[in-house]
């Protein structure tokens, strides 16, 4: 069955940086675009980066843009999350996403917490 398992998360302060990472089984994750969402508390879930299966194209969304990067290990079967330059607002749990024929899988998340 297709499992993605995110870590990483933590509590970082203003500026710091974070590396998210989801380990994914259960399919041929060379063959599926990855996603990652996160959603804050009394927020809906929000996209925040794809990449292609192969890697070759992301995208981001323009709160992230300059400061996260998306990036796969197809040898590995995971997908990853740098976060830089973290802001208050990017407090929120992360989750990973695949959509396979038309059934859209997640994973449990990881927390994210900026804070002073």
């Known amino acids: 069955q297709v499992q993605l398992v995110e870590s990483g998360g933590g509590l970082v302060q203003p500026g710091g940086s974070l590396r998210l990472s989801c380990a994914a089984s259960?399919?041929?994750?060379?063959?599926?675009?990855m996603s990652w969402y996160r959603q804050a508390p009394g927020k809906e879930r929000e996209l925040v980066a794809v990449?292609?299966?192969?890697?070759?194209?992301?995208n981001y969304a323009d709160s992230v843009k300059g400061r996260f990067t998306i990036s796969r290990d197809n040898a590995k079967n995971t997908v990853y999350l740098q976060m830089n330059s973290l802001k208050l607002e990017d407090t929120a749990v992360y989750y990973c996403?695949?959509?396979?024929?038309?059934?859209?899988?997640w994973g449990q998340g990881t927390q994210v917490t900026v804070s002073s």
């Open positions: 259960g399919f041929t994750f060379s063959r599926y675009a």
């Open positions: 996403k695949v959509a396979i024929l038309g059934h859209y899988y």
């Open positions: 990449i292609t299966s192969a890697g070759g194209s992301t």
